[in-house]
Structures are given as C-alpha cells and as structure tokens.
C-alpha cells in the first residue's frame, strides 16, 4: 500500500519535472528509467532483502517500482506520436520516426537501467550481510502502518485543496488497487502460460484498454462535473498506471532466453498499439472528438 503509494508521487513528480519546453529526452523515459534501475537494484538483492522481511522485497518491487513505471502510458505515448496529437508542422515520415523513436529507446532505456542497477548492487553490495527478521510486534506495526497510509488518501482527496485532485490526491486512492490487480494476474495467470508471462501480459493490455477508454472520455467531457473529471484523470495517473508495469517488464524480457524475449516483445507491443487504435482511432478520427482533454478538473 505504502510502496503503491510512493511510486506514484514519484511517477508524477518525475512527469511534472521533466515536462518543460526545449527538453530533448521525452518525459516518460526518465519515468521508466528510474523505476527499471531501482528494479534492477533490488532484484539483485533479492536473497538477502527476502530472508530479512519478504514483504520488504515485494513492496520495492511490485508495489514502488511496478507503480514508477507505467507500460499503458507508453503505448498512448507511442500512438500519440503516430497521430501527431501536438499537430506539429512535419511529415507523415517524420511521425513515424517519433512512434519508432519512442517505442525502441523505452526498451532500450528501460533495459540498460535494470542492468545499471543490478550492476551497481553488486558493486556496492559484494556480501551484502544477512540482518535477522524484524520480531512480530516490529511486523504488526508495518501492517497497520500500510493501511493507515492508504486509508489517508481518502481524506486527502476530500481535505486537501480541490486543485491536487488532478495533480496527485485522485491518483493515490486508486494506486494501490491498480498495484493489488496486477499482483493478483501475475499470481493467477504466470504459471499457465511458459512462453512468456501471461500475468504481466494481461495487465499490461487491459491497462493500456482502459487508459484508451479513459482519454477517449475526457475528450468528450466539457460538460461533465468537474469531480467527474478529477475521479476519471485519477483512474489515468493510479489505477491504469500502477496496473501496468515497464520493470517488471523488462526483467522478464531480461530472463527469458532469444526468440521468447522478442516474441514477448512484440506482442505486447502489438496488442497495445492495437487497442490504441480500436479505442482512440474512431473516437478521435471519426467522432471528431478532440485529441486532447477537455474534460474540466476542479481549480
């Protein structure tokens, strides 16, 4: 709950940092490279961080990192830049290098920051020492804590200044639900399938759908109650974002061995982009909704 929670602010403040006029690395990148080397950190200390408190390893992993990273925004982010919604003065060819620009540096970048992590982990950590369990008391109090975090967000959303609803209040409520629904498909759905990771396949796709959907409603939406459009703009930045993952992505691509890697690959790129294209494509060629939000958050 807690980790669901700090990845998210740590998400949505990596966005809000690098999201500037002249930048040259596109936002999401640092987004995913953040989240992929503290992955690959912490996967390299897996045995040690596992034998000291288990649920420790899984919060960094699945809960801060799994919540950093976001695979659905990047598949919007990639299709965005094949429609060219900034309506930048270019050719059709320069829109297609963005979209392959885009698609093949994620990868790259998401990758070498695993490794960046899982290297630097056994720099700095050669015989990193075995610490004893916490004692129950120490357990209880971290189990009461996690829910006290996430229960906050709640009052949060309700006290706090309408105006960080859209910004971050909306998102942390529906953070650590996201996180719960992709652990439970990986749980479920992992061990049917040994080609590659149906688990993280399927909340990818299914993230990537609702995320679609969800653009697809805030450009229909001027006239729409501005907590309506605060609720719907926190399903897009917590639940889609933390059910959707690009690290545990890219340490799975990293474990499975030749064409499964990029047969992995491929067909969650392909399923994303196809969704991208059944949901947004008619809405924002056909209906002539408008290619950027509309729908009114509170101020």
């Not at 799994?66 to 919604?85: E, L, Y």
């Not at 960080?164 to 942390?172: F, G, I, Q, S």
Request: glycine share 8%; hydrophobic share 45%; with cysteine.
């Amino acid at each position: 709950m807690p980790a669901s929670v700090l990845g998210t602010l740590t998400r949505l403040g990596i966005l809000a940092l690098c999201n500037y006029d002249g930048n040259d690395i596109f936002p999401l990148a640092w987004v995913q490279a953040t989240g992929c080397f503290v992955m690959g950190f912490a996967v390299t200390l897996k045995d040690p961080l596992g034998d000291f408190y288990g649920p420790l390893y899984t919060a960094i992993t699945t809960g801060f990192c799994g919540s950093v990273t976001t695979f659905s925004s990047w598949q919007i982010d990639v299709f965005s830049a094949w429609a060219n919604t900034g309506h930048f003065h270019r050719a059709w060819i320069r829109d297609v290098v963005d979209g392959l620009g885009r698609s093949v540096f994620t990868i790259a970048i998401s990758l070498s920051s695993v490794a960046l992590g899982s290297h630097l982990a056994r720099v700095l950590f050669p015989n990193m020492p075995r610490w004893r369990p916490p004692p129950p008391f120490i357990r209880h109090f971290l189990v009461v804590f996690s829910v006290v975090i996430y229960a906050l967000t709640i009052p949060f959303f309700v006290r706090l200044n309408h105006s960080w609803r859209p910004k971050a209040t909306a998102a942390l409520m529906f953070s650590f639900p996201g996180t719960l629904t992709r652990y439970t498909l990986a749980w479920a759905l992992t061990p049917r399938l040994k080609i590659m990771p149906l688990g993280t396949l399927t909340a990818n796709s299914v993230a990537t759908g609702l995320l679609a959907g969800f653009h697809a409603l805030q450009a229909t939406g001027p006239g729409s109650h501005p907590v309506s459009c605060d609720i719907l703009q926190g399903l897009i930045d917590g639940y889609c974002g933390c059910l959707s993952t690009i690290s545990t992505f890219a340490v799975e691509i990293r474990s499975l061995k030749g064409k499964r890697a990029w047969l992995y690959v491929g067909t969650s790129w392909i399923i994303g982009q196809l969704l991208c294209l059944v949901i947004l494509g008619p809405s924002w060629w056909h209906a002539k909704l408008n290619e950027t939000p509309t729908c009114t958050t509170t101020s």
